[in-house]
């Protein structure tokens, strides 16, 4: 036979209203509760605002633009990325960027594998490794008025990347941020 | 190892965001109160199995989610502050023919909301309660007046 179960006296412990209803309610936590909900709200309206204008990515905040001195490269690109969210990162060629029949474009490493580059509209000719990046050949034939890469961030955190065009000698580097 | 920490953010963000949407689960819950539960649970979703649809990664989370829940109810069990922070405390809203509207207003219940919960009582007005209690579950709880009886 099992054994009883152990049982302890029920002790009247809970606090009473008006001395009859044992509620154990406790007003002053919950009005200091009412005041954290109050400021959690006013934390939800910042967040909104904000995301409305773009601090977290997608919004007119977040719309960056760059041009090197002589303005052989004009780019547009998202300052504030999300982390395995399509963006756009757009460079604008002038003609000068045509140098012996072809355009040649290096990007920094961080634009391959941190910021996830998919895919580059129009698709290069010839790519190459070099050093810390990747080198794309364009022929002069179709030079495109811009050159996008489609970019997918595969981690989350602050990103450098460097475009160059080494003919010139003319770089942008920038930074995005990329939520989680 | 992302998969247990995305479950544990997510599974800790919605317990913050349930607690403090309010307290109107259950009987209390108009309609539209539903829209608020699927939709930040389909949200929530999203982010927490992100590119990863594996079946190892389902099972990690669920063990993860179900891990979190027993640890917050043992924290909850033990510790009385902890207990109040997570559930909150009753709170009385009606008592002998007085509407306590600082509650009411607070909550964001109407005394219709009362109502409805004494009518459910099989009483048909407020004065034939001599308590309302909105209890820690989020359900209304109504004392009949004893010349009601």
Redesign the interface.
């Known amino acids: 036979m099992s054994s009883p179960a152990r049982t302890r006296p029920v002790e009247d412990t809970i606090p009473k ?2 001395n009859e ?1 044992a ?5 002053e ?2 009005r200091r ?2 005041r954290f ?1 109050h400021v ?2 006013i934390c939800f309206t910042i967040i909104l605002a904000l995301d409305i204008a773009g601090v977290f990515g997608r919004g007119p905040l977040s719309k960056a633009h760059a041009k090197t001195s002589d303005g052989a490269i004009h780019m547009t690109y998202e300052r504030f990325a999300r982390f ?1 969210t399509p963006s756009l990162i757009s460079l604008h060629l002038s003609p000068a960027a045509v140098r012996n029949g072809h355009i040649q474009l290096w990007v920094s490493q961080s634009i391959i594998k941190p910021l996830g580059n998919q895919r580059i509209i129009p698709q290069p000719a010839t790519s190459e490794l070099a050093q810390d990046g990747v080198l794309y050949t364009w022929p002069s034939g179709v030079r495109p008025d811009s050159v996008d890469f489609a970019i997918e961030p595969s981690t989350a955190g602050v990103e450098h990347f460097t475009v160059r065009l080494p003919e010139l000698g003319d770089q942008l580097t920038e930074r995005v941020i990329v939520y989680p | 190892m992302a998969a247990v920490f995305r479950a544990l953010f997510g599974y800790c963000f919605l317990v913050l965001m349930v607690r403090v949407v309010g307290r109107r689960p259950g009987k209390q819950m108009a309609p539209f109160d539903f829209v608020l539960i699927f939709f930040i649970g389909g949200l929530t979703l999203t982010a927490m199995v992100a590119d990863d649809r594996s079946l190892t990664n389902a099972i990690v989370q669920i063990v993860t989610i179900a891990t979190g829940h027993f640890i917050l109810t043992l924290l909850r069990r033990k510790s009385k502050k902890f207990a109040l922070f997570l559930d909150g405390t009753p709170l009385v809203l009606l008592s002998k023919s007085k509407w306590y509207s600082e509650t009411l207003g607070n909550m964001n219940f109407s005394t219709d909301d009362v109502m409805a919960a004494i009518r459910g009582k099989g009483l048909v007005n407020p004065e034939g309660a001599s308590w309302a209690v909105l209890e820690r579950s989020g359900s209304i709880n109504v004392i009949e007046a004893d010349d009601s009886k």
């Open positions: 209203i008006e209803l509620i154990g309610e406790d007003l936590f919950q509760w009412w909900e959690v709200w395995q």
